[in-house]
C-alpha cells in the first residue's frame, strides 16, 4: 500500500504461559501459512534447537510452559516465515554426523553434499589409503564441512581449505578448531588452487554451480540467505570447475579429484577435467538417478 511501509516479518507471538505442545502445533500453522515446504519438521527442529531437547523430550515435555524461552521462539518463527533457513536461525547444522558452525557468511550445508564425503572416503577405503598420511585440499571450502569431516574421518591426513570469502574462512577455522583437527589443516585466501603447489593426493571441492541467470529464479531460502559468492558459477555454471582444471594441469600427479556437481552438469564436468587429463572413475548419484559427484583420477 502506499505510503506504508510493510514489515518484512509477521507478526508472531508465543506467551509465556503457553505449553511446549500448543507452541509446537502454532509454529507448525504459521510456517505452513508462510508457505515453508516442511512447516512441522523445521517447527519440530527449531523448538529442539532453541529449548535444547532431544526428539523424545520435546514430546514427553510438551505440557511445560515456554517461560523465559518464549521470546526467542517468537523471534525464530518470524525469521522462519521469512523463509530464512533453520540451521542459519540456530547458528549451526549436522552434517555427516557433526556439528557446524552457520553464519550468514557461509552456504548452508546441504545433505546433497555428503555424496563427495562417500565419494571420497570411498575411494580411500577401496585403494587401501585410509591410514597413508594423505594430504587432501578442499577447493571453497566455506564452512569447511568437507575438509574437516574427511580429516575427522581419517586420522593420519592433513589438508588445506581455500576460498575467496575471508569471512567463510574464519568461520571454517571455528569448525575446525570445534572438531578437533585444527592441528592438521589450514585455511587460505586465494581464487581455486592459486599458490597452492601441494603435493596433494586428493582435490575435493563443491565450488559454487548455479548459472548467474539462474540465481533470481531460486527459492527464497537460498536466494535471499545463501551468500552470492557460493551459488555464482558463472555464465554457464562451470567457471570454478575451469579454474581448478587449470590449477590441476600445475600439480604433481597421480592426483584423485571428488566434485560435487548441478543435477545437469555431470557430463560438462568430466569433459572439463577430461581436458585437464582426468579419467573417470566413479559417480556418486542422488535418489532420483542424477550424478551428484564424480571422481576422476589425473594421471602422469
Ligand atoms: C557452494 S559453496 C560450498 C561451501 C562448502 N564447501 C559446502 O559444501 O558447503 C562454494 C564456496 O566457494 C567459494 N568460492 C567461490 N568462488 C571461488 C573461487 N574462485 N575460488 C575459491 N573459492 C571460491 C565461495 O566463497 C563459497 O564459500
Known amino acids: 500500500m502506499a505510503g506504508v511501509d510493510a514489515d518484512p516479518l509477521p507478526a508472531v507471538h508465543f506467551r ?21 515446504d516442511t512447516p512441522q519438521r523445521d517447527a519440530r527442529f527449531l523448538l529442539r534447537g532453541l529449548l535444547g531437547l532431544d526428539g523424545a523430550k520435546l514430546l514427553s515435555c510438551s505440557a511445560r510452559a515456554l517461560g523465559d524461552d518464549a521470546e526467542r521462539i517468537s523471534d525464530a518463527a518470524r525469521r522462519r516465515a521469512a523463509h530464512e533457513p533453520v540451521s542459519r536461525i540456530l547458528g549451526h547444522r549436522e552434517f555427516y554426523g557433526r556439528d557446524f558452525i552457520v553464519t550468514p557468511d557461509v552456504l548452508d550445508p546441504r545433505p546433497d553434499t555428503e555424496a563427495v564425503v562417500e565419494a571420497a572416503l570411498g575411494l ?29 574421518e581419517l586420522p593420519n591426513a592433513r589438508g588445506v581449505g581455500t576460498d575467496v570469502s575471508q569471512a567463510a574462512l574464519e568461520v571454517a577455522r571455528r569448525n575446525a578448531a570445534s572438531l578437533g ?8 585466501a586465494t581464487s581455486g588452487l592459486d599458490g597452492c603447489a601441494g603435493p596433494f593426493d586428493l582435490v575435493i571441492s563443491n ?5 548467474t541467470g539462474e540465481i533470481d529464479e531460486l527459492e527464497r531460502d537460498v536466494k535471499d ?30 592426483l584423485m579429484v571428488v566434485l560435487e556437481v548441478g543435477s545437469t552438469q555431470a557430463e560438462a564436468v568430466i569433459e572439463i577435467f577430461s581436458s585437464a587429463g582426468g579419467q573417470l572413475i566413479g559417480r556418486h548419484k542422488d535418489l532420483g538417478g542424477h550424478t551428484r559427484a564424480v571422481a576422476l583420477e589425473i594421471h602422469l
Open 181 to 188: 583437527v585444527k592441528d592438521r589443516v589450514h585455511f587460505v
Open 225 to 254: 540467505f545463501d551468500p552470492l559468492l557460493a551459488l555464482d558459477g558463472g555464465a554457464d555454471g562451470l567457471c570454478v570447475y575451469r579454474k581448478i582444471a587449470q590449477n590441476i594441469v600445475e600439480l604433481q600427479r597421480p
Open 207 to 211: 565450488p559454487p554451480y548455479i548459472s
Open 16 to 36: 509465556s504461559d503457553q505449553s511446549i505442545g500448543d507452541a509446537l502445533a502454532q509454529l507448525t500453522r504459521v510456517l505452513r501459512d508462510a508457505g515453508i
Open 124 to 152: 580411500i577405503k577401496s585403494r587401501g589409503l585410509s591410514q597413508r598420511p594423505l594430504s587432501i585440499v578442499d577447493v571453497g571450502t566455506g564452512s569447511g564441512i568437507l575438509i574437516v569431516t574427511l580429516l575427522a
